[in-house]
């Protein structure tokens, strides 16, 4: 090992590492200069530890959670918001007034409370660990592999084609597991496994993207990409020209979506009286740039004021034990609970808490950051205590997920659409969770039980012999 292997790898380094996340969250927390530095430090934070990863051939951070949801929610609500300034639209409202205010502050010590569980994590060995863990045969079954994939399109179709109106919310967990389980079973094998892989990824965004899912579209592609440069062992500039050109299709998949959703203000609305003097070109550009705007700017700015103005209402607020568990009954089928209240609190967000006052409020749906809800029923002390048990579960999922040929690397890779949605609320993100990833854990056991029958038919028998 060289010494720079040595240093990077030490358990010293890595004790460093945790340090500066710290130190940097304190100076995030108390100083007044941290707009002009504190969000390009940490992310720079970010993208340092992934190099010095990179470079001892450790790709863990790639697939895992509280890296991703750290890293996500200081670039998406801190760093590019911060290169913006306030937007102002007449007779409507101002978005980002949340920047540089405590809302902001509290964002940025979460994603370094979430790069610290990833360092901890990955300072975090165990007898054998530098033993890759051997997979079952039967993940590389072809036969399991093509069932799994023949389900797979059974349940995209009947979910597209609206057959089933309430399978919905299990066909999108289904899809993405088993992209995921392809991606696992034919990425490491020669060129044709891996254009089966793309192939299927493929297929199973457009049927998403029918169906009239978009954000789980783009972290699905993005997770598998992720997944697979792990499984390869690709190298460092191959990843970034693969990295490069799939962003480009995640652009793609942003316009197609708004098509789709919302033809209006879209690649192909009508043309508009301040469009007439542009020409063809200039109108489509005009057009792409603004749904690039519209999801990934003013959607975070909207998200962070809102989140503002719940942090000046309940960071006084008492907090009481007994109101600390108003996300457990989300875990509760409604079938053992017909009454069971409607957890989907974005539409009484927007009123609430953003002030909205243009004449989609009735049914636009807001968000307040995943780090909203703990905030209301336990200001700053339940915010902690949420924050704190989320990011250690979301620790142990990343360490199950260190060796990535192992089941628990698929199943917490297919949980990442879920896991890196800051601006998902708490209630609804715990339930997802946990919900999403018991019934993979129950498609796992099934394809398991089906490779072993499988090896158990192919076994030659032993006949008796006949004397």
């Not at 995640?250 to 007439?276: C, D, H, K, W, Y």
């Not at 875990?331 to 009454?339: D, F, I, N, Y």
């Not at 979301?394 to 297919?414: I, Q, T, W």
Request: glycine letters at 8%; aromatic letters at 10%.
């Amino acid at each position: 090992m060289t010494l720079a292997n040595a240093l990077l790898t030490g358990f010293g380094a890595r004790r460093l590492a945790i340090a500066l996340a710290l130190a940097l969250a304190g100076v995030v927390l108390t100083s007044d200069v941290f707009p002009t530095w504190g969000r390009a430090a940490t992310v720079f934070l970010f993208a340092a530890y992934g190099i010095a990863s990179w470079m001892t051939a450790d790709r863990s951070f790639l697939t895992s959670p509280p890296f991703l949801l750290g890293l996500i929610a200081a670039v998406f609500y801190s760093l590019i918001p911060g290169s913006y300034d306030t937007i102002v639209y007449p007779g409507i409202r101002s978005f980002g007034t949340y920047l540089a205010t405590e809302a902001e502050r509290l964002i940025l010590v979460f994603a370094l409370a979430a790069f610290a569980t990833q360092v901890m994590v990955a300072s975090w060995r165990k007898c054998g660990d530098d033993t890759p863990v051997q997979s079952p045969a039967w993940w590389k079954n072809h036969l399991v592999v093509g069932a799994a994939i023949g389900f797979g399109i059974m349940v995209l179709t009947v979910n597209a084609s609206n057959l089933l109106p309430g399978m919905r919310h299990i066909a999108v967990p289904i899809g993405v597991f088993i992209v995921i389980f392809v991606t696992r079973a034919l990425v490491v094998e020669d060129w044709r496994g891996v254009a089966a892989t793309i192939a299927y990824t493929a297929l199973t965004g457009g049927m998403f993207l029918f169906a009239g899912e978009g954000k789980t579209v783009v972290v699905l592609f993005a997770a598998a990409l992720a997944y697979g440069l792990r499984l390869r062992r690709v190298s460092l500039r191959h990843s970034a020209l693969t990295c490069l050109a799939v962003g480009v299709v995640l652009v793609v998949t942003i316009q197609v979506f708004q098509v789709v959703r919302n033809p209006s203000i879209s690649l192909v609305a009508e043309v508009g009286p301040e469009e007439q003097t542009l020409s063809a070109s200039e109108r489509l550009l005009k057009r792409f740039k603004g749904v690039l705007h519209l999801k990934i700017i003013l959607r975070q700015f909207e998200t962070g004021d809102c989140f503002d103005t719940v942090l000046s209402q309940h960071a006084s607020e008492s907090f009481a034990l007994g109101r600390q568990g108003y996300w457990l009954a989300i875990l509760v089928p409604r079938a053992l609970w017909p009454e069971k209240p409607d957890f989907s609190l974005g539409q009484y967000y927007a009123k609430r808490y953003c002030g909205m006052a243009h004449p989609e409020v009735n049914s636009h749906s807001a968000s307040i950051t995943l780090l909203g809800q703990p905030l209301i029923h336990g200001g700053m002390a339940g915010l902690v205590l949420h924050g704190g048990l989320l990011l250690c579960a979301l620790g142990f999922l990343a360490r199950a997920g260190k060796d990535p040929e192992s089941s628990g690397a698929v199943l917490s890779v297919a949980l990442l659409p879920w896991l890196v949605d800051f601006d998902q609320d708490f209630a609804l993100y715990v339930g997802n969770a946990v919900k999403f990833g018991l019934l993979m854990i129950i498609l796992t056991l099934g394809l398991a039980l089906m490779g072993k029958a499988l090896r158990n038919h192919s076994r030659p028998r032993n006949h008796p012999e006949v004397r």
